[in-house]
């Protein structure tokens, strides 16, 4: 994190963090599938990052997607993949959704990132629940007005929840707490958004393990 306003972390530096970490999770779990989601400390501009194609997508893509073609991730920063027979992880990109990104539009604008995202993601619940597929959403940012743009989280929820019966479960990070969120429609709660603990030692440093039980 890029806390000290007097010497700020450089772009080599946010490159070479993401390279260390991706090296110590393959240490530890060489047969393990990464499933990466773009921070808002990934980027030079904290907080910031332009729509896609750009250089900052694509340097991210070089050292989490390695060879993958995933057109999605190099259009937007978020991409999905099938995890097992039935079950799809989708990786959105939050930021495009964050109303501290200064270099994009909110989401009632058809052409900005964030809406184009949003219809990219009604598409992929779309096709998980034609095909019976249950999903699991990852993310940084949580789907909550102090974080988003009012139209993007209002707009990303009403995606939710018109699909109860396929997504599963929301994770997310960005706020070093081991927390949750209720979504609610007209108040009503229909959906939850975990978020993850981080090793900041700041905050409580922790992680949290998740286990999928595909029978269910």
Not at 65 to 89: C, H, P, R, T
Request: proline share 5%; aromatic share 14%; glycine share 4%.
């Amino acid at each position: 994190h890029d806390e000290d306003k007097e010497i700020p972390v450089s772009h080599d530096e946010i490159i070479w963090a993401n390279n260390k970490l991706k090296s110590i999770i393959k240490f530890y779990f060489p047969l393990a599938d990464i499933h990466f989601c773009l921070g808002n400390h990934d980027v030079i501009l904290h907080d910031c990052l332009a729509g896609g194609p750009n250089s900052d997508i694509q340097r991210l893509k070089n050292i989490w997607l390695e060879d993958n073609a995933v057109d999605s991730f190099d259009f937007g920063g978020y991409q999905s993949n099938m995890i097992s027979e039935n079950v799809k992880i989708i990786s959105i990109n939050s930021l495009y959704f964050s109303k501290k990104n200064l270099l994009v539009k909110s989401c009632s604008d058809s052409t900005s990132p964030g809406a184009l995202q949003l219809a990219w993601l009604e598409n992929e619940l779309k096709d998980a629940q034609f095909h019976n597929f249950k999903v699991i959403i990852i993310g940084h940012i949580p789907p909550i007005d102090a974080f988003y743009y009012s139209d993007c989280c209002e707009l990303f929820k009403d995606i939710i929840w018109r699909y109860p019966n396929t997504v599963t479960v929301q994770i997310y990070g960005h706020t070093h707490l081991d927390d949750f969120y209720i979504l609610k429609k007209s108040n009503v709660p229909f959906s939850f958004a975990l978020t993850a603990p981080s090793v900041v030692p700041t905050y409580n440093p922790a992680y949290r393990v998740y286990y999928l039980d595909e029978a269910n």
